[in-house]
């Protein structure tokens, strides 16, 4: 049986597909499975997929409707053998090393996390290119230590799932799957849970995940979403806040502001901007009993997120009349 199922969800890649698989089957790592999903691409991406699995005996690919990326990352996970898991992104390539930095010389419990730093790349500027972070090898344990969670993992710099190694298990026995209802944040929302039944963090100094930025606007995260994804995902980030602050014993209110602003305010903000005559009730019915929250920890950034958190919980403004502030409020700034 193979030491890691490496999953790669596809979706009308076909320009990048190639670049991306040949640098998963070039690893210098070869006890894997490479599970490519096509989620429905109506491009020549399955069937550049098909001959993959064609030339080599790693490659198992998926052929399904278009469901989303979260659907098709969980349809890898029910179909991985390994114990271990690792997601690489269709348009993004790793270098030959990345999955031996990952797993090998480690002595890995059964209840932890591997990460490591990322390249951002972009298209037409390859002089741009940084790192995302730096970690040093290292591993820490329980009792964990506040400020080393939050500078190490619960930041804005490591939402991502890729550049990283799970286990299958803690996986399956928690029942950890991405939000199929929503694809903003997905990534957070699933780090997240499964950052609530680890015992050990350890970091690597390699750097080898490409990820990439292209001129063409197809890149996985560039996607126009709806009012009830920003609102699935903010109820989704703040449910699990809750046990990660427990977890991690998070008592600094600075570092209690940046999770919440990170992980759910920020996007409850937007479901609120986004709402219309279908949902605006259940939308602010929610946020007004949140109001301690955004109270104590949303900052505003803007003059209109001021306006908003001013207006928002004045008691005598219903739900029906911040409905229509918040549409004269968009009729009067998109006039020409």
């Known amino acids: 049986m193979s030491q890691i199922s490496v999953i790669v969800p596809v979706y009308n890649v076909e320009n990048y597909l190639i670049q991306c698989v040949n640098s998963i089957l070039s690893q210098t790592f070869t006890d894997f499975e490479l599970l490519l999903v096509d989620d429905g ?15 080599d005996t790693r490659v198992k690919v998926f052929h399904t409707e278009n469901r989303g990326v979260s659907a098709a990352r969980n349809l890898g996970i029910k179909k991985a053998v390994a114990d271990w898991i690792c ?14 930095s990952l797993y090998c010389d480690r002595n890995l419990c059964d209840k932890c996390i591997v990460c490591q730093s990322f390249y951002v790349e972009y298209e037409l500027l390859p002089e741009k290119r940084y790192k995302s972070r730096l970690y ?30 799970f286990r299958k298990e803690v996986i399956k026995d928690n029942g950890i799957y991405f939000n199929e209802k929503t694809s903003i944040f997905e990534d957070a929302i699933f780090l997240h849970k499964y950052l609530l039944y680890i015992k050990e963090f350890y970091f690597s100094s390699s750097v080898s995940y490409h ?9 996985l995260t560039i996607k126009k979403h709806s009012c009830e994804e920003w609102f699935a995902t ?19 209110e600075d570092n209690l ?28 019915d929610y946020v007004k009993n949140k109001k301690e929250l955004f109270q104590k920890y949303y900052e505003t950034k803007t003059i209109e997120q001021k306006i908003f958190k001013y ?22 700034t998109t006039v020409p």
């Open 311 to 332: 207006i928002f919980f004045i008691n005598k403004f219903s739900c029906k009349m911040i409905y229509f502030l918040i549409n004269l409020y968009k009729t009067v």
């Open 234 to 252: 903010a109820v989704e980030l703040l449910k699990t806040n809750e046990l990660l602050i427990k977890k991690f014993s998070i008592c600094d």
């Open 136 to 165: 040093h090898d290292a591993i820490l344990k329980e009792p964990f230590d506040e400020q080393m969670v939050m500078d190490n993992i619960l930041n804005d710099y490591c939402v991502n799932i890729f550049a990283k190694l």
């Open 211 to 219: 990820y990439m930025r292209w001129n063409n606007n197809l890149s």
């Open 87 to 100: 997601f690489i992104d269709s348009d993004d390539w790793v270098d030959d090393n990345y999955l031996k």
């Open 257 to 284: 502001r940046e999770i919440y602003n990170h992980y759910g305010l920020s996007q409850l903000y937007t479901a609120c901007i986004c709402v219309n005559k279908n949902n605006y009730n259940k939308v602010f």
């Open 41 to 55: 691409s109506k491009d020549n991406s399955g069937m550049i997929c098909d001959e993959f699995a064609e030339k």
